[in-house]
Structures are given as structure tokens and as C-alpha cells.
């Protein structure tokens, strides 16, 4: 063959031209298929040493173990629906129930089983890692605006890895609500207002997700229409009126889920009666106040006084990470994305375990890290930065599924 008395050197420089000769979506699927090798290796590891428990029997195969936690949720609503009323404990509080998960993904779900007749753990884990594949891709689209191909395949291989991307193959609409994310960022930085408008609105009805992006929408405008005024960039009318309601839009779609849960209850608080179920346990029955949850949190988890400054830290090293040079890099409606989501959590969500899972719409900054990475010189430093990088991510997806997926008979730590 031709590459026969080549040096081991040659041979694999020869390999590494034809891999950046291929199809950019090629190379993607590639990582994408290898990173799924990964976890489900981990999965079915874990799977092996899993007990007997309320959902599924010892030693699962995979696609009971896919369909733990909020697996289950979607498994009855894909089965029959959502209950008639919100259902209360004899304080009148709402217990945990299925309004808290949105309809799309089970949804979908039901669509494919009813087309392939698969049972329900096949068909979301089916759904999730197709989507998943597509979220790969778009990622991958999206950092490229920014970065070179190298930085942004090793962004995505980051994406792929991570710790929480276990969460891309199981029953869960992670991997359907980050395609649909992505694809609408994506929309946003070519200006395609209304197709935006409609995805959002999907988008906001498979995973909490309207607020948030309508939050990142108004900064954005305002940007624009300074630029607009410093005659640094035109901002016609038209396209004011169709970026202000997008924004619009995107504010009630957020809004909708709540809507829709008390139209068809009856109970005007229903939807968010049901959230605070979720973190009763950890705090006792509390309001939803915005902007509290964390400091709670933060004092029951690490104590009255190093929570706090935990918190505190954490805030300031995410604020001044905007100002490093591989941040600033990130086209403007990126970041608004990012500071309007880490703001979004901050005011409505609980910091518990799924926490982890909840930061994974932030997956944009991954972007910066992998720039910041390839930037490091010299060149044996740099590999090794970016194989540490790697070996922590799936190190870090064996504690993520060890602490938070199976279940071992004391479990409050929920993915």
C-alpha cells in the first residue's frame, strides 16, 4: 500500500490531512459517535452494579436504566397525558406531579413509538440521541462564527465529553431542548427573525427557556440601536420591529407552559406550586421569591457562613470572565445569551444536584475555553492542556452518573 514504508510520523501526519480534508459535519459525528461509545460505556458500567429499586430490577439493561428519574415523568405523560388538577397534600401544597415537565419531548416520543411501535425507553433514548447528533452539529456551526476549525472541533469535543453529557442518551429532554437552543442562537447571529420566533416558542415549551432568551434579547437591542445611533452600525426599522417581537414573543412563550398548566387546573399558581415540590425537601415550604433560591441554597449545602462566600467567589470569577480576550471574541449575542441564562438561574431554580444538567444551555462558553486552551504555547504544553482537559471531562461523567444517576437506595441527589 501506498503509506507502506512511511515513519510512524509520516503515516500519522498523512492521517491528520485526510481528517481535515473531510466534511466538516463528518468530523463532527465522528467525535459525537465516539463521545456516545464513552458514555454508554460508563452507563452500562454503573447499570452493572445497580441494586433492585422501585423503578427498575438489579443489574438493568440499558434502556430501563435510560429511563430513571425524571425518565419516568415523561414515560406517564407520554403514556396518558397530564392529571386532570394539581394534586396537594393535606396542607394544600402541591406534591410533586407532571406539570413540572413540559410537553414536547414526551410528545415527540409518543410520536415515535406510535410510527415504530418501540417501547418508551427505546423511543426517548432513540429521540435524545438524535438530537443530540443535531445539537453536535449546530454547536459546532455556532462556535465556528468565532473560532477556526480547530478551536471549534475541540469545543465541540469538550460539548461531547463533558460531564453532564451522559444526559444527551437517556430519557430526558436535554438533548432536544439544546438543538433547539442552538439552532435558534444560530438564527439569532444570521438574523432570521421569524423562523426565530418559532422555534423559540417550541423551544420554551420543551424546557424553561423563554424568559430567559427574551432576557437576552433586550440587551441586544438596546446594543444594536446605540450602535445604530454612534453610526457604527445600521439597524433598519423594519428589523427593530422584528427583533422587538421576537422578544416579545419569546417573553410570552416562556410565559405559555404557566398559562396553559392554570387553564387547564384551574389553579392560577399551579405550575410554580408544583416546582417549589421539587425543592421542599432541601428548604421547607417556601415562596418563590426571585433571586433567594441560591442563597438558601448555598447555606444548606455549605453552612451559614461558607456558603455565602462560596457564592459570592463563584459570582465574581463568572463575572470576570467576560473580560478575558477569549470571551470578548464571542459575538455579542452570544453573551447576552449566556449572562441572561446564568441570571435566569440565579432568579427562579433551586442550586441542587440537576443543577449540573441545568448549566448545560451555557455550553457556548465551551468555546472559550477550547480558544483559550490552543492558545497556550508551547506546543507539548498545549497537548497536554487539551488531553487533560478531555481525560477530566470523562472522568467527570463517571462522578456525574455515580452521584446523581443510579440509584442507591438513600438518593437525594437527583440528576
Not at 403514556?79 to 394544600?92: F, L, T
Not at 477556526?148 to 463533558?162: I, K, P
Not at 427573525?193 to 432568551?213: C, D, E, K, W
Not at 422578544?247 to 398559562?259: C, K, M, Q
Amino acid at each position: 500500500m501506498a503509506h507502506l514504508g512511511l515513519s510512524p510520523r509520516q503515516a500519522g501526519e498523512r492521517l491528520l490531512a485526510r481528517a481535515r480534508r473531510a466534511p466538516w459535519w463528518l468530523s463532527v459525528l465522528a467525535v459525537y459517535a465516539a463521545s456516545r461509545i464513552v458514555s454508554t460505556g460508563i452507563l452500562l458500567h454503573v447499570a452493572s452494579r445497580q441494586p433492585a429499586n422501585a423503578w427498575t430490577p438489579a443489574q438493568p439493561g440499558y434502556f430501563d436504566f435510560a429511563r430513571l428519574w425524571d425518565g419516568t415523568w415523561y414515560w406517564i405523560i407520554a403514556a396518558g397525558g397530564y392529571p386532570d388538577d394539581i394534586p396537594r397534600d393535606e396542607a394544600g401544597l402541591a406534591t410533586e406531579n407532571a406539570f413540572a415537565f413540559m410537553p414536547v419531548y414526551p410528545f415527540v416520543v409518543r410520536g415515535v413509538m406510535v410510527l415504530t411501535g418501540l417501547e418508551f425507553a427505546a423511543a426517548a433514548v432513540a429521540v435524545s440521541v438524535v438530537a443530540g447528533a443535531v445539537a453536535a452539529m449546530l454547536f459546532h456551526r455556532l462556535v465556528r462564527t468565532w473560532l477556526d476549525e480547530r478551536a471549534a472541533l475541540l469545543a465541540t469535543a469538550l460539548l461531547c465529553l463533558a460531564p453532564i453529557s451522559p444526559i444527551l442518551q437517556v430519557a430526558y429532554a436535554e438533548s432536544l431542548h439544546l438543538a433547539m437552543l442552538l439552532g435558534a442562537l444560530l438564527l439569532l447571529l444570521e438574523r432570521r427573525y421569524a423562523p426565530l420566533a418559532v422555534l423559540v416558542t417550541i423551544m420554551a415549551l420543551t424546557r424553561p427557556s423563554g424568559l430567559a432568551f427574551a432576557l437576552a434579547l433586550a440587551p441586544l437591542l438596546a446594543w444594536r440601536w446605540r450602535r445604530h445611533r454612534r453610526g457604527l452600525e445600521p439597524f433598519p426599522v423594519r428589523e427593530r420591529v422584528e427583533l422587538a417581537a421576537v422578544t416579545v414573543i419569546a417573553g410570552l412563550a416562556g410565559l405559555a407552559w404557566p398559562g396553559i398548566v392554570a387553564l387547564a387546573t384551574g389553579d392560577l399558581t399551579g405550575y410554580t406550586d408544583t416546582e417549589l415540590a421539587w425543592r421542599r425537601p432541601y428548604v421547607g415550604p417556601v415562596e418563590l421569591v426571585p433571586f433567594t433560591a441560591w442563597w438558601q441554597g448555598a447555606r444548606w449545602w455549605l453552612g451559614e457562613t461558607a456558603g455565602p462566600v462560596v457564592l459570592a467567589l463563584v459570582l465574581v470569577a463568572a463575572s470576570a470572565s467576560f473580560a478575558l480576550p477569549q470571551m470578548r471574541r464571542m459575538p455579542v449575542a452570544i453573551r447576552c445569551w449566556i449572562i441572561a441564562y446564568a441570571v435566569y438561574l440565579l432568579a427562579v431554580f433551586f442550586p441542587q444536584s440537576s443543577t449540573f444538567r441545568l448549566l448545560l444551555p451555557l455550553a457556548p462558553a465551551l468555546g472559550a475555553l477550547a480558544a483559550g486552551a490552543l492558545a497556550v504555547r508551547p506546543r507539548w504544553l498545549r497537548a497536554l492542556i487539551v488531553v487533560t482537559m478531555l481525560a477530566v471531562s470523562i472522568a467527570g461523567q463517571y462522578g456525574w452518573v455515580h452521584i446523581a444517576w443510579w440509584v442507591d437506595g438513600i438518593d437525594w441527589t437527583p440528576p
